[in-house]
T-cell receptor, first 111, second 115 residues
């Protein structure tokens, strides 16, 4: 099972672009990379998912290099409400199983 | 997007009592559901995997007799904390996967406080 490693914390000012990188060196062929956002006392909220190359939706972009051993979540023009913990999760597409949630990255956005 | 409802959101109980937490997938059929526990300022720890119609698979170190999981239908899984003690106080979160299985959708979580 792929173990993930992310920076523990990051700081940013409002309006800046934030990039959070996650390493998952032993990712398997059937694994997808999924990013979640969690606010205190709430369940994680799905942000974006990808398998390879680049994926973009209305809230974020996800960059995955060819070897898939890392991924970068890009949040454009963050606001104060983006202050949260962000988790990178490697999910097996056959079972939906993901043992290691990792420690996540605590993002603090300030004015 | 897919919606997972978890109930109750907060429960306080006396030590020794049992507490049941429900997890429902509202707009999709969840063949597999997962139960996590999260202590303050820590990450989510997977407790068990529950498949509809079969026994749950528990992660190492999780007591199956203490945390009873039932996945009786494609939209409902329940977690019962039996004979709860103060050390069981935590934030319990469920998730569900539909088809395809590569995205877990999470409930809002249940805050359990055992007095």
């Amino acid at each position: 099972l792929a173990k993930t490693t992310q920076p523990i914390s990051m700081d940013s000012y409002e309006g800046q672009e934030v990039n959070i990188t996650c390493s998952h060196n032993n990712i398997a062929t059937n694994d997808y990379i999924t990013w979640y956002q969690q606010f205190p006392s709430q369940g994680p909220r799905f942000i974006i998912q990808g398998y390879k190359t680049k994926v973009t939706n209305e809230v974020a972009s996800l960059f995955i290099p060819a070897d898939r051993k890392s991924s970068t979540l890009s949040l454009p023009r963050v606001s104060l409400s983006d202050t949260a913990v962000y988790y990178c999760l490697v999910v097996n597409s056959n079972s939906g199983y993901a043992l290691n949630f990792g420690k996540g990255t605590s993002l603090l956005v300030t004015p | 997007g897919a919606v997972v409802s978890q109930h109750p959101s907060w429960v306080i109980c006396k030590s020794g009592t049992s507490v049941k937490i429900e997890c429902r997938s509202l707009d999709f059929q969840a063949t597999t559901m997962f139960w996590y526990r999260q202590f303050p300022k820590q990450s989510l720890m997977l407790m068990a995997t529950s498949n509809e119609g079969s026994k749950a698979t528990y992660e190492q170190g999780v007591e199956k007799d203490k945390f009873l999981i039932n996945h009786a239908s494609l939209t409902l899984s329940t977690l019962t904390v039996t004979s709860a003690h103060p050390e069981d106080s935590s934030f319990y979160i469920c998730s569900a996967v539909g088809t395809p299985k590569n995205i877990q959708y999470f409930g809002a979580g249940t805050r359990l406080s055992v007095l």
